[in-house]
């Protein structure tokens, strides 16, 4: 009996407020010129509206998966990782290069080869803002932008130069293509659905990401710390060295999103592939109340978002960023359920108004250093 | 009781001593760089650095003074970034459209205001975390801005953009080496510098900026004693934003005169660092920005020079180096003792 309910108060905000988001975005269209109608439509088909889309929408959903699993994660950890953008890039980087300079390995093990750079240097790169937080004391919102700065740089800098294609007919700054051993098989046989067993291990990470916080030791001594460092020093959890793990753990996913974009998707990796992919999985997260199974919806809606905007594009003449401005609305109202239940005279218990990011509050440990 | 406040003197002035050693250091090392550069390239190269930190410095040091005036009433603002890019947008469009540069100046303010007056309605008003409401603040940004640059210049923006031209400050600019630097600048340049004089009187030299920091610091005092902390968060929130505007118009009106999507570049992120460097006061944020200013001069004049370095892996170091700072400096830092957290009124 409860049952139900809890759920149903759990989705009323979320949908509400893209339902919300999505009229406001209308508003902004219209206003400026253009046809909503032929914007949504085409909003409609490219994501949902045919079985190609639905692929391609699910192709769109596996690095949100990702990302917003990483960025949950760290909110249960009473951090805020920022640096998903740059621990994505790493990731994708290191996978192509293990993708296409190692070889002789067969097809399966190459494959898992891939990944695993993809997720030690996600993880590496996530780890450094971690281990600053918990040693020295640095915000780590500040270090995960610098570092996503540094990352986008250093990518350019590989991709133009060190890691560029040798092949003297590819002009532009990627990757060589990685091999046929390191590829991940697509799902479906019919070459026209793109879709790849990412979408496979998204549904798994989520579980195993599930687990690991709700089952185990270490998800607990994180969800502790997340939600009181003080007490969790005083029952003897190392601070610390959970901050570093969460957020290697965390830059690990990431890296991931980036690695299977590479491995199932391009085959290659150049960087504007990722480029954006950070920002929104922090807000796929929080549409998701930094639940892993709460991602798993929100990673298709913002798949769906991405995959149908360029069909919007190509009917309506409607730019691609307004989709960025109806993501930050989603944001928005996710955040204060507040403005939902006032917008439409809603009654809401107090569950259904938790903060998205769960019993975390980033804010008040701005700047202060963790002794 | 008298104890007591003997052990804050204490503690207060070993505060003080260990800022002070720090500007001692940091700005010896700069000398030593800056002499070392002379000596190897020229008193020129080392004007020429100067006169860049000085510009670069600019919307670094705006973006600091917005993270002051915001934070110092206990609300944490990680929008600059977005605010900076705002009013970068609709100072050129204003711009563009009027050829009147007061007036795109005018725009870029109040764009930039209204997306603080934003902030401070989700984080005072509705208590979101603070920090995702900044979160917000700088997607929208992106969004609204390269919306908007698409849908009205895809095929270029029309000429004609007034800019800001240089200033030639009578007498002063004909100094040596000071007028150069400082007085041969543009007008935004010289107004941060101006400002930072300004935020800091009004801060700790009037009764509005004893209200802001009572309110940053302990938001229930002072409302007993009547101050309403609600209106004062808004108000300096507002004026953060204005100020943001100000390093926005910076980007479009006065380095380069045109608009790029995302072309504030992670600047008001290191405006932050610079305010938490510069321990959330506006001379060591100042002194911060313009440590931050000679990393990104210091690429430039490496150009000048000809020496051939990848501007990738150049371009790195005002990201690294506040990575450094921040963990270098931080723990040290103690922000306004509200900062962060949402006031509910009793």
Known sequence: MAGWRAWLYALIVPVLAVITALAIGAVVIALTGGSVLKAYQGLWEGSFGQPRSI????????????????????????????????????????????????????????????????????????????????????????????????????????????????????????????????????????PQYRVHWGIV??????????????????????????????????????????????????????????????????????????????????????????????????????????????????????????????????????????????LYRLRLPREAEAPATGDVQFGASWGKAET | MTLNAAAMARVGSTGQLRLWLQVAVWSSIGIVLLVLTGVQFGPAATLSILTVTITQATPITFGALTGICSERTGVVNIGIEGMLLTAAFFGFMVGVYTHNPLLALGAAIVSSALMALLHAVLSITFRVDQIISGTVINILAVGITGYLNRQLFTA?????????????????????????????????????????????????????????????????????????????????????????????????????????????????????????????????????????GVAEAIPVAMQIQGINVPYQLVSLLPYLLTIVVVAGVVGRATPPAADGQPYIRQ
Do not use: C
């Open chain 1, 55 to 190: 692929s391609n929408t699910l192709v769109r959903t596996t690095p949100y998966i990702f990302g917003g699993l990483a960025v949950a994660l760290a909110f249960k950890g009473g951090l805020f990782n920022i640096g998903v953008e740059g621990q994505i890039t790493v990731g994708a980087l290191a996978t192509a290069f293990v993708g296409y300079a190692v070889s002789g390995v067969p097809f399966p093990a190459h494959l898992i080869l891939a990944l695993l750079a993809g997720f030690v240097v996600g993880g590496l790169w996530g780890a450094i803002p971690g281990f600053l937080k918990a040693y020295t004391g640095a915000h780590e919102v500040i270090v995960t932008i610098m570092l996503n700065y540094v990352a986008i740089n250093v990518a350019s800098y590989l991709l133009g130069g060190p890691m560029k294609d040798r092949n003297p007919a590819v002009a532009i700054a990627q990757t060589a293509p990685v091999l046929q051993s390191a590829r991940l098989p697509p799902l479906l046989p019919d």
């Open chain 1, 201 to 342: 291990l998204g549904l798994l990470a989520a579980v195993v990401v599930w687990w690991l916080l709700q089952k185990t030791t270490l998800g607990f001594e994180i969800r502790t710390v997340g939600a009181n460092p003080n007490a969790a020093r005083y029952a003897g959890i190392s601070v610390g060295r959970t901050t570093v793990v969460v957020m290697a753990l965390s830059g690990g996913l990431a890296g991931l999103a980036g690695a299977l974009d590479v491995v199932g998707l391009n085959y290659y990796y150049a960087a504007a592939f990722t480029a954006g992919y950070g920002f929104d999985s922090i807000a796929v997260a929080l549409l998701g109340r930094s639940n892993p199974f709460g991602v798993l919806p929100s990673a298709l809606l913002f798949g769906g978002l991405a995959s149908g905007s360029a069909r919007m594009q190509f009917l309506s003449q409607i730019p691609i960023d307004i989709i960025q401005v109806v993501q930050a609305l989603i944001l928005i109202f996710v955040a204060a359920p507040t403005m939902i239940r006032w």
């Open chain 2, 156 to 292: 270029g923006a029309p000429p004609g953009l007034a800019a800001f031209p240089r200033l030639n400050v009578p007498g002063l600019s004909d100094l040596p080496w000071i007028g150069p630097i400082l007085f041969q600048q543009k007008p935004l340049a010289l107004t941060a510098i101006v400002l930072v004089f300004v935020v800091h009187f009004t801060l700790f030299r009037t009764r509005w900026g004893l209200r802001t920091r009572a309110v940053g610091e302990h938001p229930l005092a002072a409302d007993t004693v009547g101050v309403n902390v609600y209106r004062q968060r808004y108000i300096n929130v507002v004026i953060g934003g204005a100020i943001a505007g100000l390093g926005g118009a910076f980007f479009t009106l006065e380095s380069v005169p045109h608009f790029e999507p995302l072309m504030t570049n992670g600047i008001g992120f290191i405006g932050l660092a610079a305010m938490i460097v510069g321990k959330w006061t506006p001379f060591g944020a100042w002194g911060a920005a313009l440590l931050f």
